[in-house]
């Protein structure tokens, strides 16, 4: 059986490698951790790292299965997006082509990776000659936005994302571009949740950071668990890509996990599944 090789990049907010890494350290064959050698975000911004957290990493990986990738990964007279898309690169060469590659960001929580895990494997022969049959594999977002005084808020509807691929030839961040295969997994996306400090900080130095438009601050500042329902076309970049927010009663991430696998009207269906990939499928056989 293929391995399943899951890569990190470690930046400023680190601490939330302690919720995203262990939903997949389980399953996951081996894991690799990026970080700039001298710890600089894409925009050259430094950061800090406390020793606590390598001290948590080791306490974790009790089947010594994480490497941790130093090189430099901020190149000055390159952009911030093209900054994040060069790492990933760098990254999946580390990790090994040949192998899965999925790249996970450390505010994204899968809801069941073991699932998803499963499911790649019906698609290890992509692996057997990677560069001529490329693909990216796809799971679906459910974007958390805002902590409100009792839980949560969040995007109404499920965004496709790209995780994995079979050969890291990137185009934009951990986007190839290539036929894409969605898989029926949900993983939580703790995008905007922050707070005000923080998401300045992360529109800064994230590859977004020229693109964000000009009343999305004001929107994410204003809306609440009590006056959501009035507020509409939320996205960062394009405003109507989030049309709508709704409301976890929960800021326990570990519920909402829960929840989701639970609840079956957050489930894509598998005809909507079935749909996706004819699409692509026709698409890439027509390009052919």
């Not at 082509?97 to 899968?110: H, K, P, R, S, T």
């Not at 560069?131 to 459910?142: D, R, S």
């Not at 989030?242 to 996990?257: A, D, H, M, S, V």
Request: charged share 30%; hydrophobic share 35%; aromatic share 16%.
């Amino acid at each position: 059986m293929k391995k399943i090789h899951v890569g990190f990049l470690l930046s400023y907010d680190y601490e939330k490698l302690k919720l995203s890494i262990p939903p997949v350290y389980k399953d996951s064959d081996r894991i690799f951790i990026a970080i700039d050698n001298e710890l600089r975000t894409w925009t050259g911004q430094k950061f800090v790292i406390e020793d606590v957290f390598y001290e948590w990493l080791k306490k974790i990986d009790v089947d010594n299965k994480i490497e941790i990738y130093e090189d430099d990964f901020y190149i000055p007279t390159l952009s911030a997006i093209d900054n994040d898309t060069r790492e990933r690169h760098l990254l999946s060469l580390k990790m090994g082509i040949g192998n899965w590659l999925i790249q996970i960001d450390a505010d994204e929580y899968f809801v069941n990776f073991k699932r998803f895990v499963t499911r790649l494997h019906k698609y290890d022969h992509y692996l057997d000659n990677p560069e001529k049959n490329k693909i990216q594999i796809a799971a679906f977002w459910i974007i958390i936005y805002k902590y409100t005084e009792n839980g949560i808020l969040y995007v109404d509807k499920p965004m496709k994302a790209i995780f994995a691929t079979n050969y890291p030839n990137y185009k934009c961040a951990r986007r190839t571009d290539e036929r894409v295969i969605y898989l029926d997994n949900i993983v939580l996306h703790e995008s905007l949740s922050r707070s005000k400090e923080e998401l300045t900080q992360k529109i800064s130095n994230w590859g977004h950071n020229n693109e964000v438009n000009e009343g999305f601050m004001r929107k994410w500042i204003n809306v609440n668990e009590n006056n959501y329902k009035e507020f509409s076309d939320l996205y960062y970049i394009e405003p109507k890509r989030w049309k709508k927010l709704n409301y976890f009663p929960t800021k326990n991430i570990g519920e909402i996990r829960k929840f989701i696998k639970q609840n079956r009207t957050m489930k894509l269906g598998r005809n909507y599944i079935r749909l996706k990939n004819f699409g692509q499928w026709f698409k890439y056989l027509i390009k052919k």
